[in-house]
């Protein structure tokens, strides 16, 4: 029962607006810095591109799709309208002239500090403003998610939350406090010096409070996505959900143990002791645990549905799934990608290993397969599965959409495959252009050009998605009945209360997060003499 | 669902949890906070407490015997982003007067012919940067030396106020349509050349970096070579002279005429 | 009621390989965890041992990162120190001489940015972060050139800063230290 469509549809279009205009950035990119390009131009550009694609890929799409996925899970799973409508609406501007406000200093290169900051470097107020306006609009959703589950458990006091819900207000308590650090090191660190009432900054203090956001923000993203394979695959490929529980112990382990793991971003960082390091270094560990579970528990899941559709035999079974449909076509190349991304994270996180790939094109080709690879197909899988239910129209153009899916994961493979090996070789990321003709980078021309053609196929990918949701808009009015969840194989009669709601799981990660950060972070507040002289970028503009 | 109690230790849901993660993060705290640091030799760690408090990250400043001292004078200026960007109408003043000596080689509006250095517009903190260098001998100049020798702080800082206040003139050879070598758009980054604009302000600003446009050839010349040889050091940290002895004399010759051309 | 039992079977088999599954995870994690722990004892390879500030606006003006202090130094137990900062857009020194075969100790620091540093072709990988020192135990097993690019974004010109490092052989690392207390490779 979608009643507020309107509200819903705005936030998938604005994000799917955003992720496009990135996604051009990006190609442009792949393109600009790569052997194909000769590179005689003004870098600054690049950096101010690489801002804008970090900033709206990073903070404005994901943030926007999981807000609307969220107030769609709300209505359908609850059974019954949106508590808080026009709070949401309020949020959804906010993110817009957010996005905008934010926007409008970077394209005039006032701000070309890339979307993590980078203090002492220090741009534009604006852009900061812009950013905060973006957290706090998704603040808003942070408060109605645990709102309309309150109001539901209060009306249901003898059901068990509908597992979707439980999940979706796992992602909002889950974004709602790692979205703390860097609204701190925004708000009492670089907002003062941007706006002139203060002139230092302690560099090394600003990496720790962005390190608490940085690392959680992916299981953020992630969330949607998790969201889909759990609640959306099992019942679109006519099967139903391993377990129940299970699922709910992998968001529970999410909330917990994603926020005090973000120090493994600072391995090589001077600022912050060796022994939080290793603690971090620790959690990082744990936190493959929520991922190995939700593999196992979807594999078993699809196996269930190929059974029930008469597949047979130990592997024969996957023969018999029906691969004709876009979702289950998109879980599978989505837990593909998200294998290697996993793999290749177990690597970052060990010291030892991360030395030799540390801010280099590895780690760029290791976050792009995670998000936009693992993550992001889902979010073209929700929408298509989604997009029915909100236009009232019929999505048919399933070869295309088979089509759209394949080329973005051909895409992501070509681009983030060479990106990993380059990066092995010790080429460092972030730079506008190399000069592929000097002996000790030419072996790495050839990969890099690899992945610009990769970034090729994912634009395309992009335009064919949008052409897929466009053609939807204009196809003719159908009734796609309520919009509905996975059922689990057996559906527990009762559920403890741990598992029904969050209190517990909020006080571990709050005290995780003390026990891990506490420290580093106060002994630098203290520590007055490392306020080291800001350097304002574009001022000179 | 609600006559189970959460936070109670005869929840099994809360028992394992709680006991769990305050297991790992005590082992975790143990073993990162004292048995790892004790098993790096390299630390020379004199107990328990030194292990802690150097896995924790308790700073102290860094001291490392004694340095070698430089056999020549380096610059003494501290330099940092927002120096000297807000002008001052009485600095501004003042530096109108002081500067009518400078009018001989720098031009009454700060512009001359004389190959040296057109002042007019400069950022301050450039300014400011080498009257002081000139005074206390890092930076070295017949003709320029004896001038700021007398001046105090105060003259300094406002010969350079009045001279950012000066608005730029373009020189005779002013041509904006010259197309910029590769040097100065992009550098050459296997030999650490960044484009001259990422510091010079045309892209960005580098506290401390001239704005080149409108200098004489035989002046940017001059001085590039000058830094590339050694003979001009009070660059803080060798910032040009690392850029400078990486160009060619043709570059050298390309920029200079370059930005001769430029407003 | 046959249905039930059934039921009730089939779940009990469905809980029992979700059991087995979890702690087949949980070992997988825990083997991982002791392997980045067992190395860190075993080989001694640990992040930085200690937290060191130095403050950037002043680095010229006095301390161990004056210009006429950077480069290798030969110490007194036969290690070598090198000494080096990053700034926009250079390492000084820009190119880095080190002998083979030597443990050396590894001192650097960011005069402005924040900027990072890691050497093409070894492990050698670090942050330069404004106000602390980084230090890291390294030692060169081949003769040879590597290149040294910043690898962390710190301004415009961030794609133009590279440095270089020489390995040499320890003979002629130590001839050399004879005429001069710091050596550099800038020619």
């Known amino acids: 029962m979608l009643t507020n469509k309107r509200l819903i549809l705005s936030h998938f279009w604005l994000a799917f607006i955003v992720f496009g205009a990135a996604l051009v950035l990006g190609a442009w990119q792949m393109f600009e810095r790569s052997p194909l390009n000769a590179w005689h131009f003004n870098p600054e550009f690049y950096y101010r591109s690489v801002t804008a694609h970090g900033s709206a890929m990073g903070y404005v799409f994901p943030t926007l799709i999981a807000m609307g996925f969220g107030y769609a899970i ?168 391993y377990s129940d529980a299970m699922a709910r112990i992998s968001f529970i382990l999410f909330v917990v143990v994603a926020m005090p793991i973000g120090v493994h971003h600072l391995f090589a960082d001077p600022q912050v002791g060796a022994g939080f390091k290793f603690m971090h270094s620790v959690f990082t560990g744990l936190v493959a645990l929520p991922t190995l579970l939700t593999v196992f528990t979807i594999c078993a899941s699809a196996e269930i549905a190929s059974r029930l559709r008469g597949g047979r035999g130990a592997f024969g079974w996957v023969r018999a799934l029906p691969w004709q449909n876009p979702i289950l076509l998109a879980t599978a190349l989505s837990l593909v990608m998200l294998g ?32 936009g690879g693992a993550i992001v197909i889902m979010y073209f ?134 026990v891990n950060y506490g420290y580093p972070i106060a002994q630098l507040m203290v520590l007055n003499e490392t306020n080291v002289p800001a350097v304002y970028v574009g001022a000179s503009r | 669902m609600s006559e189970q109690k ?138 320029m030396s004896p001038f700021p020798a007398n001046m105090s702080n105060q003259d300094m800082l406002d010969v350079a106020a009045y001279y950012a206040y000066l608005p730029r003139v373009p020189s005779n050879q002013l041509d904006v349509k010259l197309a910029p070598p590769p040097i100065v758009v992009t550098g050459a980054p296997m030999r650490n050349v960044p484009p001259c604009g990422s510091c010079h302000g045309d892209i960005d600003n580098k506290a401390g970096s001239p704005w080149l446009g409108g200098q004489s050839a035989v002046y940017i010349k001059a001085q590039l070579h000058a830094f590339a040889s050694g003979t001009r050091r009070n660059d803080i940290s060798q910032q040009m002279r690392n850029i400078a002895r990486q160009m060619t004399a043709e570059e050298i010759d390309q920029v200079a005429r370059y930005y001769e051309a430029q407003p | 009621m046959a249905v039930e039992t059934d ?6 088999v469905a809980a029992r390989i979700e059991r087995r599954w979890a702690t087949l995870s949980i070992v997988i994690v825990g083997v991982l965890v002791g392997m980045a722990t067992f190395i860190g004892i075993h080989q001694a390879t640990m992040p930085q041992g200690r937290v060191e500030t130095a403050d950037p606006g002043t680095l010229h003006l006095s301390g161990e990162f004056i210009e006429s202090n950077l480069g290798s130094a030969v110490e007194a137990d036969g290690s070598v120190t090198v000494r080096a900062i990053g700034q926009q857009y250079s390492f000084t020194p820009q190119c880095v001489v080190v002998p083979l075969e030597t443990p050396i100790n590894f001192r650097a620091t960011s005069a402005d940015v924040v900027h990072g540093l890691l050497i093409e072709g070894t492990n050698i990988n670090t942050m330069l972060v404004p106000g602390y020192v980084s230090v890291l135990p390294i030692r060169f097993k081949a003769l040879g050139e590597h290149v040294m690019p910043c690898q962390e974004f710190c301004g415009i010109g961030h794609q133009g800063m590279w440095g270089k490092v020489k390995v040499v052989d320890k003979t002629e690392f130590l001839n050399r230290t004879a005429a001069k207390r710091r050596l550099t490779c800038v020619d």
């Open chain 2, 6 to 143: 959460l936070f109670s230790v005869r929840n099994p849901w809360f028992r394992f949890s709680v006991g769990v993660t305050a297991a790992i993060a005590v082992l975790a705290a143990l073993t990162g906070l004292i048995w790892l640091p004790l098993a790096q030799p390299d630390l020379k760690l004199s107990g328990i407490w030194d292990a802690i408090c150097s896995a924790a990250g308790v700073p102290r400043a860094s001291s490392q015997g004694n340095p070698i001292q430089p056999d020549f004078k380096t610059s003494n200026v501290v330099m940092t982003s927002e120096m000297l960007t807000r002008s001052n109408q009485v600095s501004i003043g003042r530096g109108a007067t002081l500067a009518q000596r400078c009018a001989i080689c720098h031009g009454p509006q700060g512009v001359s012919d004389a190959n040296s250095p057109n002042l007019a517009g400069q950022f301050a903190a450039v300014t400011y940067k080498e009257l002081n260098d000139f005074k206390t001998g890092a930076r070295v100049n017949v003709v």
């Open chain 1, 381 to 514: 899988a929700i929408a298509y599965d989604l997009w029915p239910h909100l236009t009232g129209r019929a999505l048919e153009s399933f070869g295309l959409m088979r089509t759209q899916l394949w080329l973005w994961f051909t895409g992501m493979i070509v681009t983030t495959f060479p990106w990993h090996y380059v990066g092995i070789l010790g080429m460092p990321r972030r730079m506008a252009f190399y000069d592929y003709a000097n002996p000790a980078i030419s072996p790495q021309a050839f990969s890099v050009s690899m992945s610009a053609v990769g970034g090729l196929m994912l634009l395309t990918s992009g335009v064919l998605f949008l052409i897929v949701l466009i053609r939807g808009q204009r196809a003719p009015a159908s009734e796609a009945g309520a919009y509905r969840f996975s059922v689990p194989l057996h559906m527990p009669a009762r559920i403890p209360v741990a598992l029904n709601s969050f209190g517990l799981w909020l006080a571990l990660m709050i005290g995780l997060t003390v």
């Open chain 1, 340 to 371: 290697f991304g996993g793999a290749g994270g177990l690597i970052n996180m060990s010291y030892q290993l991360d030395a030799s790939v540390h801010n280099t094109q590895w780690i760029t080709g290791h976050f792009h397969l995670i998000f």
């Open chain 1, 74 to 241: 709300t209505e359908a799973s609850l059974e019954k309208p949106l508590v808080g409508r026009r709070w949401a609406w309020a949020g959804f501007f906010l993110v817009a002239v957010g996005a905008v406000v934010a926007m409008i200093p970077v394209s005039l290169g006032l701000a070309s500090v890339l979307y993590t900051f980078y203090p002492p470097m220090v741009g534009n107020p604006f852009y900061y403003i812009g950013v905060v306006m973006v957290v706090v609009g998704s603040w808003i959703w942070v408060a109605l998610m645990p709102i309309n589950m309150a109001v539901w458990k209060r009306e249901n006091p003898d059901k068990p939350v509908p597992l979707a819900m439980f999940a979706n207000v796992a992602g909002s308590y889950l974004w709602g406090w790692t979205a703390v650090g860097a609204a701190l090191e925004i708000i009492f660190q670089i907002l003062p010096v941007a706006l002139g009432l203060k002139s230092t900054i302690d560099a090394g203090l600003a990496r720790v409070f962005f390190s608490w956001t940085l690392h959680a923000i992916v299981y953020f993203w992630l969330i949607p996505t998790y969201i889909a394979y759990y609640t959306i695959l099992p019942r679109a490929i006519g099967g139903r959900l």
């Open chain 3, 7 to 12: 039921h009730g079977i089939g779940e009990a």
